[in-house]
């Protein structure tokens, strides 16, 4: 099942914002600037897990908020509530009337999902009424930073497991349903093969896999007797679990179990290592698998799996074939955020010019981009050389450099013969959708590739390469001018 087949989750879900959005766009609807057009920029400063990259995600949810954004009455009659302190109405009649009409119109640009994206790039650019934008702020940076640091999670965990498959298996760890759902989306977009949420494969149509619980075990009055049983009732999904009591006794038993299948036309699939020293176990398991007759059975890990424990059991040079990962993953058990921000890049000024703007910071990291940007990633016949972000409207000169935006003497040049693709492409023109949206696993297969076209530098655990970013030279200048103007000191 397609993303656009599921029920319509979205529809009336204006409130999922910020109590300051109403409160500023209040503001703009009684000053007379609602309609004033401007560019705000969806990115982050920093990529989670001290990675290299990030997996962009969450963009088609996203797609999903905004076809269906609008007030409903409820909406309007629950605002109509609200007070000030002085206990009178916060919101006038009058503009809760322009909510009840209100239909978004906006331009949206976005990188497409399962695109590798670096700090500072505008995952996003919203382009419209001021008031439309500011409004959807907040919804966006949810589904959007949540994704992204799931899917990140994700792709690291399949690089440390070397194209063996993994398993999500963290359901039951989530953070709420709606985490659940969108953390085994956007695991599945990162690389993983499968997951145990039935609901997220109806809805998304990822894979779904399963063994059985120790419960399963413990209810029969041993082992032996639990695998048969399990063995009969399913003899085409049989990935036994070993460790209820001894691990390895549990494979001998699993071993006569498989023994017990093959002489009924069907194949054990392997079995599945949830404690104890898994690289030791995992070899050991092998050996009777093996000296049984069974080489192709798999041995499945589990147990607080992330990809540092992964990269550790590989080089204890343990004999494990699909790994599940659970906690770790679908909670991003050691970053629980992407600081992704939605920063105000451009207005329409009374003369109809368009008025760039830059906050200031006393961290430069913190000082935002101006303009309304665009990303250009440059390529040589083998990979990703670097990505340079530039001014729509000023155009792109030729050569093209690349300015790090955090050391101005950093800087690489671009010739006009470079290969390059812009990254942000249009989803939305004035309210209406343009964009059609991939299937899901061809964003999987996305992000794949994408991570491939990138130097191996970039994708190791500790202490990456840093992939070259920066703003076009133009550009860069263009906000040192408004930073030195801010400041008063032209």
């Known amino acids: 099942m397609k993303a656009d087949d599921q029920i319509d989750t979205w529809s009336g879900r204006a409130l999922l ?61 629950f605002l109509s509530l609200m007070t000030g302190n002085d206990g009178k109405p916060l919101f006038e009649a009058g503009f809760l009337e322009y909510l009840r009409t209100l239909r978004f119109a906006c331009d949206v640009d976005a990188i497409p999902e399962g695109t590798v994206a670096f700090p500072h790039e505008p995952l996003l650019r919203i382009k419209g009424p001021i008031l439309q934008c500011q409004l959807l702020e ?6 959007v930073n949540f994704q992204s640091l799931i899917a990140t999670k994700a792709a690291r965990v399949c690089l440390a497991a070397r194209g063996e498959p993994v398993m999500e298996f963290g359901l039951r760890r989530a953070q709420g349903v709606d985490g659940a759902l969108g ?20 809805i998304y149509g990822i894979p779904v896999r399963g063994t059985h619980a120790h419960s399963w075990v413990m209810s029969f009055d041993d082992e032996r007797e639990a695998f048969l049983a399990y063995a009969e009732a399913m003899p085409n999904n049989c990935v036994f679990l070993v460790d209820t009591y001894d691990t390895l006794e549990g494979v001998r038993h699993a071993v006569e179990t498989g023994k017990w299948l093959r002489e009924r036309g069907h194949e054990m699939v392997g079995i599945r290592l949830d404690s104890g ?10 050996k009777i698998l093996d000296e049984a007759g069974f080489p192709k059975a798999v041995i499945v890990a589990s147990n607080d799996l992330d990809e540092h424990i992964i990269a550790s059991l590989k080089e204890q040079g343990a004999k494990i074939n699909v790994w599940g990962v659970g906690t770790k993953l679908i909670t991003a058990y050691d970053q629980p955020a992407l600081g992704g921000v939605y920063k105000l890049g451009a207005i329409r000024g009374d003369d109809g010019k368009w008025a760039y703007k830059v906050k200031l910071s006393e961290q430069a990291a913190k000082v935002s981009n101006p303009g309304i940007q665009q990303v250009r990633r440059f390529r040589s016949d083998k990979e990703f050389i670097g990505d340079g972000i530039f001014d729509v409207e000023t155009g792109v000169p030729k050569p093209f450099t690349i300015v790090d935006p955090l050391d101005s003497t950093r800087r690489k040049h671009l010739t006009p013969e470079t290969a390059f693709e812009d990254l942000l492409v249009p989803i939305f023109r004035q309210g209406q959708l343009v964009y059609q949206a991939p299937a899901l696993v061809e964003v999987r297969q996305r992000a794949q590739t994408q991570i491939g076209m990138f130097h191996s530098g970039v994708k190791r655990f500790v202490n990456p390469h840093e992939y070259p970013v920066g703003l076009e030279l133009g550009l860069h200048e263009m906000k040192m001018k408004l930073i030195l103007h801010a400041r008063g000191e032209t």
Not at 138 to 143: D, E, K, M, P, S
Not at 194 to 200: D, E, R
Not at 277 to 286: G, H, K, N, Q, Y
Request: hydrophobic content about 45%.
């Open 17 to 77: 914002t910020d109590l300051y959005q109403l409160t500023m766009a209040y503001g703009y609807w009684k000053s007379g600037r609602a309609e004033r057009e401007s560019v705000f920029h969806l990115f982050f400063r920093k990529a989670p897990f001290q990675s290299g990259f990030t997996i962009a995600a969450g963009l088609a949810t996203a797609i999903d908020f905004l076809k269906s954004f609008h007030f409903t009455e409820a909406d309007l009659q």
């Open 138 to 143: 907040t919804a966006l940076l949810n589904l």
């Open 183 to 202: 953390a085994s989306r956007a695991a599945y977009i990162g690389g993983c093969a499968a997951t145990s949420n039935v609901l997220a494969g109806k």
């Open 277 to 286: 020293d898994l690289a030791w176990l995992s070899i050991e398991a092998r």
